[in-house]
């Protein structure tokens, strides 16, 4: 089934610093979104890429997709302990349901 | 506009008993969407309404777990008897439609833990 895989699993980065999560799918898209997670809550939208755009940006976040590597990469400029969370990506097809992934586990130390 | 309510927020039951989990999603979203989270794990869909009809429940214990959206806005998920592997976060999720163009909206999930 269509699923994005995040690395690294788990990302360490002291406040202020940039932090970069990557995900592989393995088949064609029509776009691809990331999610984020805080402790105990419910996914957050964060942002969709779709799959003739290279790159967007929205506030501290940019988000890259390459289709000919099959993979996308999320940045977070100048972390906060805010954005201590897990991050997901998914990879729609058509109208299959949104599949995750284990997500990657980001702390932010202040 | 409101989020996607969940409730209960947590609930703690002994193995075999039966639960319910209550969803309204945002209003107008016609796709809703019942996930299972294990603790470290990504959410894992368990069934998928349009309106209230059922698209996909291919992943649906259907011998313990059974759901319904009945009117086209609310759901509920049950339980039936429980097992200990049902510990999890259950999360409601909706969105416009079953396009793929549209990101989902979640709710804060149900903490369930059977003992």
């Known amino acids: 089934s269509q699923q994005g895989e995040e690395d690294p699993q788990a990302l360490s980065i002291q406040e202020g610093e940039n932090a970069t999560m990557n995900c592989s799918y393995k088949?064609?898209?029509?776009?691809l979104q990331w999610y984020r997670q805080n402790s105990g809550r419910g996914l957050v939208h964060l942002i969709l890429?779709?799959?003739?755009?290279r790159e967007k940006h929205s506030g501290r976040l940019r988000v890259t997709l390459d289709t000919s590597k099959k993979s996308s990469s999320l940045l977070i400029t100048a972390s906060r302990a805010a954005d201590t969370a897990s991050y997901f990506c998914?990879?729609?097809?058509?109208?299959?349901?949104?599949?995750f992934g284990k997500g990657t586990r980001l702390s932010v130390i202040a | 506009e409101a989020g996607v309510a969940q409730s209960p927020r947590y609930k703690i039951i002994e193995k075999r008993q039966s639960v319910a989990f209550w969803c309204n999603p945002i209003?107008?979203?016609?796709?809703l969407y019942w996930y299972q989270q294990i603790l470290g794990q990504g959410p894992k869909l368990l069934i998928q309404?349009?309106?209230?009809?059922?698209?996909?429940d291919s992943q649906l214990p259907k011998d313990r777990f059974s759901a319904e959206r009945l009117k086209g806005v609310d759901s509920t998920l049950k339980i039936q008897p429980a097992k200990l592997e049902d510990s999890a976060v259950y999360l409601c999720?909706?969105?416009?439609?079953?396009?793929?163009?549209?990101?989902?909206?979640f709710g804060s999930g149900t903490r369930l833990t059977v003992v």
């Open positions: 209003s107008g979203h016609a796709t």
């Open positions: 309404f349009q309106n209230n009809g059922v698209v996909d």
């Open positions: 088949t064609s898209i029509n776009n």
């Open positions: 890429i779709r799959s003739n755009e």
């Open positions: 999720a909706s969105s416009l439609s079953l396009s793929a163009n549209y990101g989902y909206t």
């Open positions: 998914a990879t729609p097809q058509g109208n299959t349901p949104l599949v």
